[in-house]
C-alpha cells in the first residue's frame, strides 16, 4: 500500500490542523503553491482496528447506478485513475447497488491500483434494496461474493449497510468478528445507525467506522453520533457531502433527473418547490467563498469547495465521500482542500446558517424507516 506522506513545507502545523475540530485556523489542509498537491491522510477507528486513509474519499455508486448519467467503462476508470493521481486512497461501492454491477465495475478499474487503494463494500439486503437482510449467512454469502467481484483477497472495511430489524446488531457483529479472525474482513463498519445501537455493535466487534450521510443540508449526525464516536474512538464517514450534488449550485430542476436511474426523483428534498426554497444555503455559500481559494483565477472558492471544506475541519475524524462523474468537478472538489477559514469567519457562517430553514425530508417514508434505528 503506497502512503501518501504530508510534506513538512506544503502542510504547515498539518499536526495543529487534524488535532482539534476549530484548529484550522487560517491554514489550508493543501498547499495551493505546491507543484504537485499531495493528499493529507486522516485515520479511522483507533488500535488493531485503526484504519489510515485519504482525507478525501471517492464513492464509486454514481459511476453506473442512481445518478441519470451512466458513463461508459473507460470514462470510469479515467476518473478512477485522476482519484488515485490525487492520492485519494479510499473507495466505496456496496452489493445493492446495480445490484452487484457497481462492484463488478470497481473490481475492473480499480485492479490497476490493488496496491496503492482500498475498496470498501456493504452488506445487509438480498438479491436487492426491496429486502433486508442482515442474517449470519447472508452476511458470509455477500462476502464471498463481493470478494470475488472485487478481486480482492480481503475486504478493507465491511459495513452493515442498513439496520435489519429481524437479526440482533449483536448477531451482525458476531457474524463480522468471525469474518475478521478468518481474515476475509480487516474492519467492521455500519451505516445510519442510532448512537445505541452502535455501541451494542461496538461491544461485540470494534467499530472502525460509521458511514451516515451529513452535509450542510443535513446535520443531525452533530449531536445524536458525533459524542458517541468520540466516547468510543470511532471515525466518520460523512456521505453526500455535496447533499447529492445540491450543495454544487448546479441542480435547480427536478426534470433533470432520469427517474429510471436517479431515486433523487423520488426524495422529497429533489422536487421543484424545494429545490428552489432551498437555495439559499447556496447562495450563503457562494457568498462566504469569496476570496478563499488561491488556486481559483477569480480567488474565490465554489459551493462545493465551502461545503466540502467545512466537513474537514469539523472533526479530524471526518472522511468526506462524494462521487461524481465529471474530471473537472472531481478536480473542483479536491480543491476543498485549500479552502482557509478562521474561527472568527465560522462563527459567522453558522450564525447566517442557522436562518435557514431546510425544506424537505432527505428520505421517501418507507427509506426513513430504515435509518437511525
Known sequence: MQNHTINRREFLKVATILGASLSLGASPLLAADSKKQTMPTRTLGKGDYAFKVSALA?????????????????????????????????????????????????????????????VTTKFGFGANADVLNSSPKRIREVCEQSLKRLGIEQIPLFYQHRFDPKTPIEEVAGAVKDLIKEGKVARFGVCELSAATIEKAHKVCPITAVQSEYHLMWRNVETELFPTLEELG???????????????????????????????????????????????????????????????????????????????????YIVPLFGTTNLAHLSENIEALLIRWDKKELKNFEAELAKIQILGDRYPPEQAKRVGQ
Open 58 to 118: 471517492f464513492g464509486l455508486m454514481g459511476l453506473n447506478y442512481h445518478r441519470s448519467k451512466v458513463v461508459s467503462e473507460k470514462e470510469a476508470a479515467e476518473i478512477v485513475a485522476k482519484c488515485v493521481d490525487y492520492g485519494i486512497t479510499l473507495f466505496d461501492t456496496a452489493q445493492v447497488y446495480g445490484p452487484d454491477s457497481n462492484e463488478i465495475l470497481a473490481g475492473k478499474i480499480l485492479k490497476p491500483y490493488k496496491n496503492k487503494v482500498f
Open 234 to 316: 470511532i471515525g466518520f464517514v460523512a456521505y453526500s457531502p455535496l447533499a447529492r450534488g445540491y450543495l454544487s449550485g448546479r441542480l435547480r430542476k427536478n426534470s433533470d433527473f432520469d427517474p429510471k436511474n436517479d431515486n433523487r426523483a423520488t426524495f422529497p428534498r429533489y422536487q421543484d418547490d424545494t429545490m428552489t426554497a432551498n437555495y439559499k444555503i447556496v447562495e450563503l455559500l457562494r457568498e462566504f467563498g469569496k476570496g478563499r481559494n488561491p488556486a481559483a483565477k477569480d480567488g474565490n472558492a465554489t459551493p462545493a469547495q465551502m461545503a466540502i471544506s467545512y466537513l474537514l475541519i469539523n472533526k479530524p
